[in-house]
C-alpha cells in the first residue's frame, strides 16, 4: 500500500517562500504522474499544479503560474512544490497524490492545459499545513 508523505508546510509572511515536499514509501513516484491540491476552509480542493514523470510534462493552476514550481528527484523518491510570492489566498493544506493511471494520459491532459481532477488521483497523503500571514 503506498505512502505519501507531506512536509515542508509552516508560517511565512506575504512575499515569503516555502518548499513543500512529496516523499513515498513502497511506490516509485517516477512510475506515474503526481499531483499538487490545496483546500482553504470552507473552500473546495483547488488543483494546484502536477508532473508526469515519463516526458516531464507539468500543469499549473492559472493562480500559481510564474510563482510555484514542480520538480522530481527520482533518487530521493520525492516530489517537491516550491512556493514563491506567497500571499494570504495561498492558506490552505496542500496535499499531494498519486495518479495510477497510464502517464499518457496525464501528460495529454497537461498539454491541453486542461485542469486537475481529484477523481484521477488517490493515495493521498495527510497534507501540510500553509498558513501566510504577516
Known amino acids: 500500500q503506498a505512502q505519501l508523505v507531506e512536509s515542508g508546510g509552516g508560517l511565512v509572511q506575504p512575499g515569503g517562500s516555502l518548499r513543500l515536499s512529496c516523499t513515498a514509501l513502497g511506490v516509485p513516484l517516477n512510475h506515474y504522474a503526481i499531483g499538487w491540491f490545496r483546500q482553504a476552509p470552507g473552500k473546495e480542493r483547488e488543483g494546484v499544479s502536477c508532473?508526469?514523470?515519463?516526458?516531464?510534462?507539468?500543469y499549473y493552476a492559472d493562480s500559481v503560474k510564474g510563482r510555484f514550481t514542480i520538480s522530481r528527484d527520482k533518487a530521493k523518491n520525492t516530489v517537491y512544490l516550491q512556493l514563491n510570492s506567497l500571499a494570504p489566498e495561498a492558506t490552505a493544506v496542500y496535499y499531494c497524490?498519486?495518479?495510477?493511471?497510464?502517464?499518457?494520459?496525464?501528460?495529454?491532459?497537461?498539454?491541453?492545459?486542461?485542469?486537475?481532477?481529484?477523481?484521477?488521483?488517490?493515495?493521498w497523503g495527510q497534507g501540510t499545513q500553509v498558513t501566510v500571514s504577516s
Open positions: 508532473i508526469v514523470s515519463s516526458d516531464g510534462s507539468t
Open positions: 497524490a498519486i495518479d495510477r493511471r497510464p502517464q499518457s494520459l496525464m501528460s495529454a491532459k497537461n498539454r491541453l492545459g486542461e485542469a486537475l481532477s481529484s477523481e484521477d488521483f488517490n493515495s
